[in-house]
């Protein structure tokens, strides 16, 4: 079923866990009222659809897994105003256009895994300031060109997965 707009109402509460359940239909908008909101993990679920636009407004937020759903549209630039990230899993879903260069205010951010979804252009070179990265995946999209030379940077980062993409530029660039 549908994750009732009244789940809202619950104002206290700090960490949703509903992922790997049967829900689907819309994200409700009403989950933005959940202003005190630190783990948000709805993945492996149905849900279909753009976020909500006031999801950047939960600024406790540290955790958002949204992973294996069906969301749709541009990248959620709703997203970039959740400055406490220190996780984002937005993987299978169904997100098109670019990875926002204003990724770069996301400086807590330590995992980050954008793969399976439909980005297309180039690896921004702002993931490169977010220095607290030790995972970066984002296989399976259509990303081009090459890994930035600000990469080099990312003194913490352990994983980069960038299979599967249409990169053409030597990695020797970094």
Excluded: M
Excluded at 76 to 99: A, H, Q, Y
């Amino acid at each position: 079923g549908n994750l009732p707009g009244s789940i809202g109402n619950l104002r206290n509460l700090r960490d949703l866990w509903l992922w790997d359940n049967e829900l689907s239909g819309y994200i409700p908008e009403s989950i933005c009222n959940l202003t005190k909101l630190e783990v948000l993990s709805l993945g492996g679920n149905d849900f279909i659809g753009t976020l909500p636009a006031n999801l950047g407004n939960l600024k406790y937020l540290t955790d958002l897994s949204l992973w294996s759903n069906q969301l749709s549209g541009v990248f959620p630039r709703c997203v970039v105003n959740l400055t406490s990230l220190e996780s984002l899993d937005l993987s299978g879903n169904e997100f098109t256009d670019v990875i926002p260069y204003d990724i770069r205010l996301l400086t807590k951010l330590v995992e980050l895994d954008l793969s399976g979804n439909k980005l297309s252009s180039s690896i921004p070179s702002s993931l490169g300031n977010l220095t607290l990265l030790e995972s970066i995946v984002l296989s399976d999209n259509q990303l081009s060109g090459g890994i930035p030379t600000s990469f080099q940077n990312l003194s913490n980062l352990r994983k980069l997965d960038i299979s599967n993409n249409q990169l053409n530029q030597s990695i020797n660039t970094v």
